[in-house]
């Protein structure tokens, strides 16, 4: 059965890109007699708003959708920590203590999320209290071999995990120590999702995913990135940018039906656009 999640994070509200990705999450599993789960992904402590969540629910039925919630990720934290563990007991993981200043100054590569971290600190066995924890990701390579995942919409893919550098996975905050990359792909595990939505902005991400699926032994996903809606500039929207959010058309009294169906036909409001 297929089964898709939308996955936001409350730390800010809901734009009408978030509309087209859970609309796409939600039809997709519909269309396919499939479930279709929220997951609110509130580990990025020092930003996350937890009443937002309550905000997010209501933009969704305002949209008409359906949904089942699954366990936000801050009632996980044992299962990252365990996921953490058996990875640094397979000797897979290495601590850090890198600023991002320091990064910025040694990177000789910048990727999607910025400075590539050029692996400063391997090897160098870094006293690891209050250190993160980052993946080698070559040695992680040179014990899976190479790999390969699927995109509903990009085909197969060989997965390179190595061109983002070695993320990390357990981040310096004691509070939410499980970085994104982890959290996510323990989480579709254990919420049972087959195939993974989401922007083709979280493309690069995937590469690492589908390694991580395969050092701890989970399921082995299929992905549907969807395109992004870019506002006149051609850039992402995003709250910071004043793209008004679902929250303030919703309070306003537009139809948020009118507006899903509008989404699924293609129909954007004046100077937005779909990217790739
Ligand atoms: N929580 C992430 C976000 O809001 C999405 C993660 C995902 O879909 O994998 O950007």
Redesign the pocket.
Known sequence: MTVTRF???PNGPLHLGHAYSAIVAHDLAKERGGRFLLRI?DIDGARSRPEMADEFRADLAWLGLEWEEVPAQSTRIAAYAQSAERLKAEGLLYSCRCTRGEIAAAATTVGPDGPVYPGTCRGRGVNPAGAAWRLDVAEALRRTGPLTWSDERAGEQAARPELGGDPVLVRKDAETPAS?HLA?TVDDAADGVTL?T?GTD?FPASHLHRLLQELLALPVLVWHHHPLLLDADGQKLAKRRGSPSLADRRLAGDDGHALAVALRAGRLPAGITFGE
């Open positions: 996955a936001p994070s992904e994104y996510v993974v989401r979280l």
